[in-house]
């Protein structure tokens, strides 16, 4: 069964506002993840935060993540048309590799 | 990072006919893989967990007759969907880790059965 839930489950904003994607999971963690899917298309890696992180940056994108609430969230600053997607955040748990993955935030970004 | 080549990208096949996906390393050596499906507007599911030379790991629910795993080789396992139904429509998508590293994916396979 699904791990890890995300809200919202969309997201309309305009280019140039932020994004902020939430994703809450179950179980204690070795690592979560954030990932982008195009409509159609394989996964792309984001960002990868372990557990004794609380805080990651890469470019555009900044990753929170709580071990406490069992929480983490993604922020997308100045948000571009080209990041209209869906993200998933996925926990590794068990070992590294195996991934169970949340429900997912449609992201669309209007020009 | 290192590559997962998935093969094929999209596949037609008729119902009650089996189709093979493949799942290849390129550049690593990869220990374990795993498969998921992934429906319309949904989410990523586990389906199994092969490793190189052993019997694949299913998830509860998967049926293993149906969704056979080979995992042959340390750069390539083998998804076959037999005796395909249109409710086996989905996305499917591997990744590969070696020695329990960080998982790289496939581009996936758009499978239609029609």
């Known amino acids: 069964s699904q791990q890890g839930e995300e809200d919202p489950q969309a997201l309309s904003i305009q280019e140039g506002e932020n994004a902020t994607m939430n994703c809450s999971y179950k179980?204690?963690?070795?690592?979560l993840q954030w990932y982008r899917q195009n409509s159609g298309r394989g996964l792309v890696h984001l960002i990868l935060?372990?557990?004794?992180?609380r805080e990651k940056h890469s470019g555009r994108l900044r990753v929170t993540l709580d071990t406490s609430k069992k929480s983490s969230s993604l922020l997308i600053t100045a948000s571009r048309a080209a990041d209209t997607a869906s993200y998933f955040c996925?926990?590794?748990?068990?070992?590294?590799?195996?991934?169970?993955f949340g429900q997912g935030t449609i992201l669309t970004v209007h020009p | 990072g290192a590559v997962v080549s998935q093969h094929p990208s999209r596949v037609i096949c008729k119902s009650g006919t089996s189709v093979k996906i493949e799942c290849r390393s390129l550049?690593?050596?990869?220990?374990?893989m795993f498969w998921y499906r992934q429906f319309p507007k949904q989410s990523l599911m586990l389906m199994a967990t092969?490793?190189?030379?052993?019997?694949?790991?299913?998830e509860q629910g998967v049926e293993k007759d149906k969704f056979l795993i080979n995992h042959a080789s340390l750069t390539l396992s083998t998804l076959t969907v037999t005796s395909a139904h249109p409710e086996d429509s989905s996305f499917y998508i591997c990744?590969?880790?070696?020695?329990?590293?960080?998982?790289?994916f496939g581009q996936g396979t758009r499978l239609t059965v029609v």
């Open positions: 996925a926990t590794d748990a068990v070992s590294y590799g195996k991934l169970t």
């Open positions: 092969s490793n190189e030379g052993s019997k694949a790991t299913y």
């Open positions: 179980t204690s963690i070795n690592n």
């Open positions: 990744s590969a880790a070696e020695d329990y590293t960080e998982a790289f």
């Open positions: 550049d690593f050596q990869a220990t374990t």
């Open positions: 935060i372990r557990s004794n992180e």
